[in-house]
């Protein structure tokens, strides 16, 4: 059940990405930011007010456990990680190709497999293995296709700010397999609902801070900020993916390795929405390198079935 999980959080993920895309061309990056961490706020609210008032029963999906300060601060360890990937993501995903920043993001699972097989001791099968080759081979492959489109990867700022995001998003899914993991097994034990919706609030809050300060006294001057319904549904797309995601993680037997891996076949669904949507290019040699990650993610189903 859990690889499934991870498979529905990949492709909405995907969706996600293309609305950060379509939000970002020519528009203020700070406050979109803070209205998707507002909106995502927005979402889990209700259920953090209607559990604390006893609405929602402890049995129910929706539920959030209280917790004190000693979880909290955990918790907003992770909010401090994850936004600072965002910052740094979303000023890269508005000035490169998405069919670049997408293949980029990919080489998250090698950092998170890495780290994974150093801490808590996971261990893969050959078919397993095949696939974390198959897609580690198809990422390089990926990122070297975006040369041909004039992005030199050693004098671009934004790629750093790329690798920057991957970095820390790495370091957050190992954080969360901490956060979540039973207290038996070395982790915190934390309800996966309280870490999704608190890092969401406490994210909000953060980035209230970043707009009011930053961009509010200088937005007449830099660039403007233009709605788009897009917007909207970067949230809605995140919130369901980080569901899917956190639920995965719940299962005794999930393995974040793999999680992770398959999480970002969402560059499947990225690179479908940028060349039919945003029409970029190099399509043909990346669609090659694209068969490698399908390949690497049938490799990994067929490790975990």
């Known amino acids: 059940m859990w690889i499934v999980l991870a498979f529905i959080s990949a492709s909405l993920l995907g969706l996600y990405d293309a609305c950060k895309k379509h939000s970002l061309r020519e528009n203020a990056v700070i406050p979109i930011l803070f209205l998707n961490t507002l909106f995502c706020s927005m979402i889990f609210l209700p259920a953090i007010v209607l559990s604390a008032t006893g609405n929602i029963s402890a049995d129910s999906q929706l539920y959030v456990e209280p917790w004190n300060w000693h979880e909290h601060r955990y918790i907003l360890l992770k909010a401090v990680i994850v936004l600072s990937s965002w910052v740094l993501g979303y000023f890269a995903m508005k000035q490169l190709p998405l069919t670049i920043v997408g293949p980029v993001n990919a080489t998250r699972p090698v950092m998170t497999i890495v780290a994974a097989l150093l801490i808590f001791g996971e261990s893969l099968n050959a078919w397993q293995w095949a696939g974390v080759g198959l897609a580690a081979i198809s990422f390089f492959m990926l990122s070297r296709s975006g040369r041909k489109e004039g992005i030199r990867f050693t004098h671009n700022r934004y790629i750093y700010f ?32 309280a870490v999704q919706g608190w890092y969401n609030l406490y994210q909000c809050i953060m980035m209230g801070l970043v707009t009011i300060t930053i961009w509010w006294p200088t937005r007449k001057s830099g660039q403007r900020f233009t709605w788009r319904w897009s917007i909207i549904f970067i949230s809605i797309f995140l919130t369901l993916a980080d569901f899917a995601y956190f639920y995965a993680l719940t299962f005794p037997d999930a393995m974040i390795s793999i999680v992770s891996m398959v999480r970002r076949g969402s560059v499947i669904v990225s690179f479908l929405c940028g060349a039919l949507a945003f029409g970029e290019k190099n399509l043909r040699s990346k669609a090659i390198d694209l068969a490698l990650v399908l390949a690497g ?5 067929i490790g975990t079935s």
């Not at 790329?162 to 370091?171: F, Q, S, Y």
């Not at 993610?297 to 189903?301: H, K, N, P, Q, S």
């Open 297 to 301: 993610m049938a490799c990994l189903w």
């Open 162 to 193: 790329l690798i920057g995001a991957a970095m820390l998003g790495a370091l957050s899914a190992i954080y969360d397999k901490y956060l979540m993991s039973p207290p038996d097994t070395g982790g915190l034990g934390i309800q996966k609902m």
